[in-house]
């Protein structure tokens, strides 16, 4: 996805006229812009740079930059506004709609967050203090407690007044109907509105097949229903069924961008980071990659171990050796596709943990499969070298069927451990995601080294070995 | 995301009914579902279950059977549907709104195919064909051609009016507004229409900085303008910027979710599969795995060339050898970490191409410190066992240094070709996602080798070789 010609040269613009600290100019060519658009320059602005041009906008028209800069990861947004006053903040602030406002207060600095709650207006406060109650990661703390909701004995002509005299509420496609004691109890599109007389009571056309979630429900599992259902947006209830508050589809995409993120880092090996890369500092970057990647060589060095045991034929048979990275990479390579495979499917639900047995059967003839395959290339690769150099010696057809013998076993091995890590992953009550293409393979490393080895002492003792 | 167990009951009720062939049972449980519910089931049972089941729900309630249907991939509601006559398999493909009826279309026989476009009602007709016309993976192939559309002379009570005549539109939550060419010239919410004045003209309260796609923009594009800009649905014009068809979010949602499961399966090192992993047929699967992965292998039997030129220096001191899988592998995870951060960042717009020079700094410096890292971890291993074993002979002070030394080197490159080339595929036009672990892992084993060897002939030069 090639990011628009039109947003590279806005940027040079802005830069520019940042340098020369034209700040008339700045303004005019910025309002111009769509908040999504200033929100992609400020993400690609140097931190003093991207300040000073969010200062510039802030100044002469603050709600409409407090909409782009809600647009930045909220760590983002927090960082550009925490040099001000608390007074101004709470002002900036209350631009924003509550779930922004809270995303935004939690990155702030503990004692500044504290001082800008109490100088906000009493709704807010409140609102913001009932998100902050809910576990992170949770429905609770990303729905938009605005919700319109309206009572069931309303008429669909009453319910049209009521939508034409609300103001701040963000997005409304469906009316959720409530009882008088604010349980949920029903759902009417906008559209259906139209088509009814308007004396119509709402319980009389709203739909009570309402899918809904608790302010518990993992964040994951509401993007899950979100795009399982293709709802606009979902209804979050509490633990008594009252209506509290609403996610909508585009903060459902939000969340589904975020998983998918922290699972392709997973898959690649480290933890995923909590801020995009180009601002995580440069010490969490490492740390994040370290300790993965020092468990990971600790793991490797029982290949030292497992090679050490083998030393003595390693010396008497130095070709041996020769093909040590080829068979073993094979079979992380084996291993990372299938693992790869077993995450994603499961992630999207297109297999269960309870499918493990057809997928393994499954697997173990792909293995086979695949292994049967590099074996005749590797032998092939072999033979043909041997007729034209002396690399291999004079028991080179010897060394070839070693060599495509362990790929079999090898590739095989590496298919089913990539395969089925993620299911006994998940089992576990951990993320499959971490089956990581690097994990499989020093799993596969060790265990490759000793069937090659095994391998190798039946099929050449008394001529190599 | 754990299944919900209510499906996984459901799905145990559902495969007993079907075995003991109680289908007026079967019938009765399953109209009581949601229509995406069934979805789930009918994708999870077996292939003839599938059949039976759909055929039970047709049989009484054929919109909601294809209602249900339309949620599986094309493919497979396609499959569940070719044993039809044509006559019935036109009637029950007119229950569906044009774009998942030319979806499922176009997964049938070309014969049968032809042969039900023939028997579509004209409207249906014309539509599919409007769609099948345009490239695959484009915004004009998943598109709605039913866009409600108005003049921007009409006035809001027109409007209203309008809207509640229309009948079969999908969803309605922008109205678009067109001049009397059929070009797009602006949008007014649903909402909007209502609180105004009923005489006042489109024109008037329209938004005309409206965001919209042309019909061969990529869907991969589409989605990310949808995410982007947080709006439900985008208006897909022609070349001639006339009003043509409308993506919406919930499409964008199965298309963000494809494009993922393309992306972790490249990651994974193996071609992109077409369908869910449990519908594809063993010899695609096998096909898609083992064309990377002789690939690979290939690239891969260059480092049994470079051992082979170190074959001497082997067979003096097969402890360096000993050290091979571990060197090695350290640069192939360090390149996977590095690349599947690029890659994520890159596909998310976090950085762009532009940003290369900046993020080679960055990675230089982290691959210096994790090298040393491993550096550290790796002396002290060998430093410690050399205390207790006498594994590695007298000059084990001299074989910890190459290790620790090789160690930085090849962790430094493969950080720094894990990092580099998401970028260099992406400048050459190429899916950065390629850069797959394995192929990494691969390209960083030969010149590990190269370094490691070379950094053992410079430090045991008059000792150990």
Same mark, same amino acid.
Request: without cysteine.
């Given at each position: 996805?090639?990011?628009?010609?039109?947003?590279?040269? +806005?940027?040079?613009?802005?830069?520019?006229?940042?340098?020369?600290? #034209?700040?008339?100019?700045?303004?005019?060519?910025?309002?111009?812009?769509?908040?999504?658009?200033?929100?992609?320059?400020?993400?690609?602005?140097?931190?003093?740079?991207?300040?000073?041009?969010?200062?510039?906008?802030?100044?002469?028209? #603050?709600?409409?930059?407090?909409?782009?800069?809600?647009?930045?990861?909220?760590?983002?947004?927090?960082?550009? /506004?925490?040099?001000?006053?608390?007074?101004?903040?709470?002002?900036? +602030?209350?631009?924003?709609?509550?779930?922004?406002?809270?995303?935004?207060?939690?990155?702030?600095?503990?004692?500044?967050?504290?001082?800008?709650?109490?100088?906000?207006?009493?709704?807010?406060?409140?609102?913001?203090?009932?998100?902050?109650?809910?576990?992170?990661?949770?429905?609770?703390?990303?729905?938009?407690?605005?919700?319109?909701?309206?009572?069931?004995? /309303?008429?669909?002509?009453? #319910?049209?007044?009521?939508?034409?005299?609300?103001?701040?509420?963000?997005?409304?496609?469906?009316?959720?109907?409530?009882?008088?004691?604010?349980?949920?109890? !029903?759902?009417?599109?906008?559209?259906?509105?139209?088509?009814?007389?308007?004396?119509?009571?709402?319980?009389?056309?709203?739909?009570?097949?309402?899918?809904?979630?608790?302010?518990?429900?993992?964040?994951?599992?509401?993007?899950?229903?979100?795009?399982?259902?293709?709802?606009? #947006?979902?209804?979050?209830?509490?633990?008594?069924?009252? /209506?509290?508050?609403?996610?909508?589809?585009?903060?459902?995409?939000?969340?589904?961008?975020?998983?998918?993120?922290?699972?392709?880092?997973?898959?690649?090996?480290?933890?995923?980071?909590?801020?995009?890369?180009?601002?995580?500092?440069?010490?969490?970057?490492?740390?994040?990659?370290?300790?993965?990647?020092?468990?990971?060589?600790?793991?490797?060095?029982?290949?030292?171990?497992?090679?050490?045991?083998?030393?003595?034929?390693?010396?008497? &048979?130095?070709?041996?050796?020769?093909?040590?990275?080829?068979?073993?990479?094979?079979?992380?390579?084996?291993?990372?596709?299938?693992?790869?495979?077993?995450?994603?499917?499961? &992630?999207?639900?297109?297999?269960?943990?309870?499918?493990?047995?057809?997928?393994?059967?499954?697997?173990?003839?792909?293995?086979?499969?695949?292994?049967? /395959?590099?074996?005749?290339? !590797?032998?092939?690769?072999?033979?043909?070298?041997?007729?034209?150099?002396?690399?291999?010696?004079?028991?080179?057809? +010897?060394?070839?069927?070693?060599?495509?013998?362990?790929?079999?076993?090898?590739?095989?091995?590496?298919?089913?451990?990539?395969?089925?890590?993620?299911?006994?992953?998940?089992?576990?009550?951990?993320?499959?995601?971490?089956?990581?293409?690097?994990?499989?393979?020093?799993?596969?490393?060790?265990? !490759?080294?000793?069937?090659?080895?095994?391998?190798?002492?039946?099929?050449?003792?008394?001529?190599? +070995?």
């Amino acid at each position: 996805m090639a990011a628009p010609r039109r947003t590279d040269l +806005l940027l040079d613009s802005v830069t520019r006229l940042l340098r020369v600290g #034209a700040s008339a100019n700045l303004l005019n060519l910025l309002q111009k812009q769509h908040p999504t658009d200033i929100a992609e320059i400020l993400r690609r602005l140097q931190p003093h740079y991207r300040r000073m041009a969010f200062d510039t906008l802030a100044e002469h028209n #603050a709600r409409f930059a407090m909409q782009a800069l809600s647009e930045l990861e909220p760590d983002q947004g927090a960082a550009v /506004l925490t040099h001000r006053p608390v007074e101004e903040l709470a002002r900036l +602030l209350g631009e924003l709609p509550v779930d922004d406002l809270a995303a935004l207060l939690e990155w702030l600095p503990d004692e500044v967050s504290a001082r800008v709650r109490d100088l906000l207006r009493g709704s807010d406060q409140g609102a913001v203090g009932d998100l902050l109650q809910h576990r992170e990661w949770t429905a609770g703390r990303i729905m938009n407690p605005k919700v319109f909701a309206l009572f069931e004995d /309303l008429t669909a002509g009453e #319910a049209v007044a009521a939508l034409q005299q609300s103001g701040g509420v963000e997005m409304v496609f469906y009316i959720y109907v409530i009882d008088d004691r604010r349980h949920l109890v !029903g759902v009417v599109s906008l559209r259906r509105l139209l088509l009814v007389p308007p004396q119509t009571p709402l319980k009389h056309i709203m739909s009570a097949d309402i899918v809904s979630v608790s302010v518990d429900t993992e964040q994951e599992e509401v993007a899950r229903l979100v795009a399982k259902y293709n709802v606009l #947006a979902i209804p979050v209830v509490d633990a008594e069924n009252k /209506l509290v508050g609403l996610v909508t589809v585009d903060d459902v995409i939000d969340v589904i961008k975020d998983e998918t993120t922290e699972d392709i880092q997973k898959i690649g090996g480290l933890e995923a980071l909590d801020e995009p890369y180009i601002d995580t500092p440069f010490w969490t970057l490492v740390k994040k990659r370290a300790r993965w990647l020092v468990v990971l060589f600790l793991g490797e060095m029982l290949t030292a171990t497992a090679m050490g045991h083998y030393e003595m034929e390693i010396a008497r &048979a130095a070709v041996l050796a020769v093909f040590v990275p080829l068979v073993i990479s094979s079979g992380g390579n084996s291993g990372s596709q299938a693992a790869s495979l077993m995450i994603r499917a499961l &992630a999207v639900g297109e297999v269960t943990v309870r499918d493990w047995w057809r997928v393994m059967r499954r697997e173990v003839l792909s293995g086979v499969v695949l292994g049967a /395959l590099l074996g005749v290339v !590797g032998f092939l690769r072999i033979t043909v070298w041997s007729q034209f150099f002396d690399t291999y010696g004079e028991h080179w057809l +010897l060394v070839a069927v070693t060599v495509a013998g362990s790929l079999v076993g090898v590739v095989l091995w590496g298919t089913l451990a990539g395969s089925m890590l993620p299911f006994a992953l998940k089992r576990a009550g951990v993320d499959p995601a971490t089956s990581s293409a690097p994990f499989v393979a020093t799993l596969v490393d060790v265990t !490759g080294l000793i069937i090659y080895f095994s391998v190798a002492s039946v099929l050449l003792k008394g001529t190599l +070995l």
